[in-house]
C-alpha cells in the first residue's frame, strides 16, 4: 500500500490540469498514489488523466457517470484511498516538490496532530506570482512552525468564520481520520468545515515554508461561487450544524452569523474593489438559479449595482438572525484596508525572504542596526478584538510601512543594492 494518497477531483480542469498532475509527480517522497476522478468533463480533461496515466503506474484514474459535483468527487477519491495519510489537491494548484515529505514528517513524528497545512503564495493564470495578495492564510494566524491546540483553532477560525487553516491543496491528514467526509450539502466553505471536524479530535500544525502556489483565474470554483453568493448560504448551515460546538465557546449561533456574513460581505466587496469579479455577472442572479438553491435561503432579487447586491443578499440571509451592525460604507472601508495590510505584509515576507537580507544577518547581529527579528510576527487585525475596527487596521498598517521603511534605510540593505541589481 502506498503511504499516502493524493486526491484529486477534476471537472473541465484541462487548462492547468498538466501542470498540476506534473507537480504531483515530480514529489520527493515517491511512496503515494495519485487518485484522480473526472467528474464527467465536457472538455479534454479526461485524455489528459489518461495520457498521464500510461506514464505513471502510481495514476489511479475513475470517471464519474454524472456531475456529482466538488466535494462529492473529493469523498468518492477519499472511498479510494489506501495511503496512511490524505493529500488533497486542487486541478488549478501546484505542489512544490518537498510538499509531501515535510507533511508526511509531521505527521509520522507528531501523534497528537491530526491536520497539517503549510504555507502558499496565490499565482495568476499565467502562474505567475501575485505580489499583492489579498487572501488570508495560514501564515497570518500562526507564525513560524508549531503546534497548535486543535480547538483553538476552531475557534480564530469561527469568530468570524476565516479560513486561516487553508486551501485543499495545503492540508494533509489521516485516512483515519477521514470519518463522513466532505460535507456535499455545501458549496463554498465545505473544505473549512472538515478542517474544523478534523481539528475537534487532535492538534493543528502550520508549516511556515512556501510549499504551494493556489491559483486565481477568473473560472477558479471560488469565483463561480462568489458569482452564486453561495457562500451565505453556507453559513446558515455551519451556524446550525456547529451549534453545539459554538455555544461552548460561550457564543450563540446569532452572533456566530452576524460576525461571519460582516466577514463574508467584506470579502465579496474585496472582490469587486480590486477587480477580480465583474459585477455584470450577479445582476440576473442567474447563478443562483443554476445551483438549485432554496429560494426561501436567498430571495432572488435584480439589482442594478453590485456593491449593494452583494451586502443586501447578505442582509437577506442575516434576516433569519439579525441584521449586521456594521454600516455599508464602513464595511468598504474595512475591505480596502484589508486589502492595503495583505500587500504590505506580501512586501515584508519578500524583503525579508531576499537573499539579500539573509545574507547580511551577522552584519545586523554585530552592528544591531536593526532590533527587527529575521523572523517577522506578522498578523491581520482579527474581527473579533475589542475597539474599533478601522482604527486597528490603521495602526497595524502604520506599523507595517515603519518596518518596510526600517528594512529599506538599513545599511545591510543598502549595501547589497548591487547584489539585487543583478
Known amino acids: 500500500m502506498p503511504r499516502v494518497s493524493i486526491c484529486l477531483p477534476v471537472y473541465n480542469g484541462a487548462s492547468y490540469l498538466e501542470d498540476a498532475i506534473e507537480s504531483a509527480l515530480s514529489q520527493t517522497f515517491e511512496d503515494f498514489e495519485l487518485i484522480i476522478i473526472d467528474d464527467n468533463s ?9 495520457d498521464w ?12 457517470e454524472s456531475n456529482v459535483g466538488l466535494f462529492a468527487n473529493y469523498n468518492l477519491c477519499l472511498h479510494k484511498a489506501q495511503g496512511e495519510y490524505i493529500k488533497p489537491f486542487a486541478q488549478d494548484d501546484l505542489l512544490h516538490p518537498s510538499l ?10 507528531k501523534p497528537e496532530v491530526s491536520l497539517v497545512s503549510c504555507h502558499r503564495r496565490s499565482i495568476d493564470a499565467a502562474g505567475q506570482l501575485l505580489r499583492a495578495d489579498d487572501l488570508l492564510s495560514s501564515a497570518d494566524a500562526f507564525p513560524g512552525d508549531q503546534v497548535v491546540d486543535g480547538k483553538l483553532v476552531v475557534r480564530k477560525c469561527l469568530f468570524p468564520l476565516v479560513n486561516y487553516i487553508g486551501e485543499p491543496s495545503t492540508v494533509m491528514f489521516r485516512r483515519e481520520s477521514i470519518g463522513s467526509g466532505f460535507d456535499e450539502t455545501l458549496h463554498h466553505i465545505g473544505d473549512l468545515e472538515y478542517w474544523l471536524r478534523l481539528l475537534l479530535d487532535g492538534n493543528y500544525y502550520h508549516i511556515s515554508e ?16 462568489a458569482k452564486g453568493l453561495l457562500g451565505g448560504v453556507d453559513l446558515i448551515r455551519v451556524a446550525k450544524k456547529f451549534a453545539p460546538i459554538i455555544e461552548s465557546f460561550g457564543q450563540t ?10 466577514a463574508y460581505a467584506s470579502y465579496l466587496q474585496s472582490l469587486v474593489d480590486y477587480g477580480t469579479l465583474n459585477p455584470a455577472v450577479l445582476r440576473s442572479g442567474q447563478d443562483l438559479k443554476d445551483a438549485n438553491l432554496d429560494s426561501s435561503l436567498v430571495p432572488l432579487q435584480s439589482l442594478i449595482d453590485f456593491r449593494e447586491l452583494a451586502f443586501q443578499a447578505l442582509i ?12 455599508l460604507e464602513k464595511s468598504r472601508i474595512i475591505s480596502k484596508n484589508q486589502f492595503l495590510i495583505k500587500s504590505l505584509e506580501s512586501e515584508v515576507r519578500l524583503l525579508v525572504e531576499s537573499p539579500s537580507w539573509r545574507n547580511t544577518r551577522y552584519l545586523r547581529e554585530v552592528s544591531r542596526v536593526l532590533s527587527l527579528s529575521e523572523e517577522l510576527d506578522i498578523t491581520t487585525i482579527d474581527f473579533d478584538k475589542s475597539g ?12 507595517l510601512k515603519k518596518m518596510i521603511e526600517r528594512i529599506k534605510n538599513s545599511r545591510s540593505w543598502k549595501i547589497t543594492r548591487s547584489m539585487r541589481a543583478k
Open 53 to 64: 496515466a500510461k506514464q505513471d503506474k502510481r495514476i489511479v484514474r475513475a470517471v464519474n
Open 253 to 262: 449561533e446569532h452572533v456566530f452569523l452576524k460576525q461571519s456574513i460582516g
Open 388 to 399: 474599533d475596527i478601522v482604527q486597528q487596521q490603521k495602526l497595524y498598517i502604520e506599523y
Open 316 to 327: 437577506q440571509v442575516a434576516d433569519l438572525v439579525g441584521e449586521p451592525k456594521v454600516s
Open 42 to 50: 465536457s472538455d479534454q480533461s479526461g485524455q489528459i488523466i489518461e
Open 100 to 109: 509531501l515529505e515535510k507533511s508526511v514528517e509531521v505527521l509520522s513524528t
Open 210 to 225: 512556501i510549499l504551494c502556489n493556489f491559483r486565481r483565474h477568473e473560472n477558479a470554483a471560488t469565483l463561480a461561487n
